[in-house]
Each structure stands twice: as structure tokens, then as C-alpha cells.
């Protein structure tokens, strides 16, 4: 299992960026995802869920209505549209599956969020907003 994420960045408070996440070895399409953030030492937090075939997405409360997660099923990639960006989403951000017997490997990290359990499985990509 691979989950690669990118597109991270440095901006000005107010900016965007858009993150990938591509996945491989393993059902991409029928499985919902999730992207989760990390400040350093603090714990994870979920970003945003999306639902297997990209029609139902959720988001956490400090994203709402700046966020947007897509995915695009044929190329195995998930996205997360960040716009209005202020310094609290400074982190690193990451991509991850759903705890399931049928994607095997050793995970990075595996974190609770939204009464399931996810497995990360990427380094993540730094987004840095500041002045």
C-alpha cells in the first residue's frame, strides 16, 4: 500500500494550495477516505472525509466552507482544495484509509476519527501559512 501525498506549500495567511493524495496497491475506489492534520506534538485531527464514489464529503468545523475534498476514482487520487488559508492550518497533512483486512501492510500511524479507525501510510506534506 502507497499513499503519496503533495502539493504542500508555504503561503501568506489568505492563500491556497491544493494537496494530492495517490494511492496504490490496494481497492481505491471503494474505499471512503480521509484527510487528517498534525501540528508537531500535537494530536492528529480529521479534515475531511469522502465517501467512496466522491458524492458525500464531510468536513471538521474549523475547515468548513474553505475546504474542498474530491477524488477522481480513474487516477487513484484524492484531493483536498485549501482556500482562505489562516496560520492555524499550518501542518503537516495526510491522507488515510480505513482500517480493513483487505489492505495489507504496516501502517505509519493508525488514529480514530469519526467512530473509525484509519491508517496512514504516507509521510504527509507540510502546508505553512504564515506572514
Known amino acids: 500500500v502507497q499513499l503519496v501525498q503533495s502539493g504542500g506549500g508555504s503561503v501568506q495567511p489568505g492563500g491556497s494550495l491544493r494537496l494530492s493524495c495517490v494511492a496504490s496497491?490496494?481497492?481505491?475506489?471503494?474505499?471512503?477516505m480521509i484527510w487528517v492534520r498534525q501540528v508537531p506534538g500535537m494530536v492528529f485531527e480529521w479534515v475531511s472525509r469522502i465517501s467512496t464514489d466522491g458524492s458525500s464529503t464531510v468536513y471538521n468545523d474549523p475547515v468548513k466552507g474553505r475546504f474542498t475534498c474530491s477524488r477522481d476514482n480513474a487516477k487513484n487520487t484524492v484531493y483536498l482544495q485549501m482556500n482562505s488559508l489562516a496560520t492555524e492550518d499550518t501542518a503537516v497533512y495526510y491522507c488515510?484509509?480505513?482500517?480493513?483486512?483487505?489492505?495489507?501492510?504496516?501502517?505509519?500511524?493508525?488514529?480514530?476519527?469519526?467512530?473509525?479507525?484509519?491508517?496512514?501510510w504516507g509521510q504527509g506534506t507540510q502546508v505553512t501559512v504564515s506572514s
Open positions: 496497491g490496494f481497492a481505491f475506489s471503494t474505499y471512503d
Open positions: 488515510a484509509t480505513p482500517r480493513s483486512r483487505y489492505i495489507n501492510g504496516s501502517p505509519m500511524r493508525t488514529i480514530q476519527a469519526l467512530g473509525v479507525t484509519w491508517d496512514i
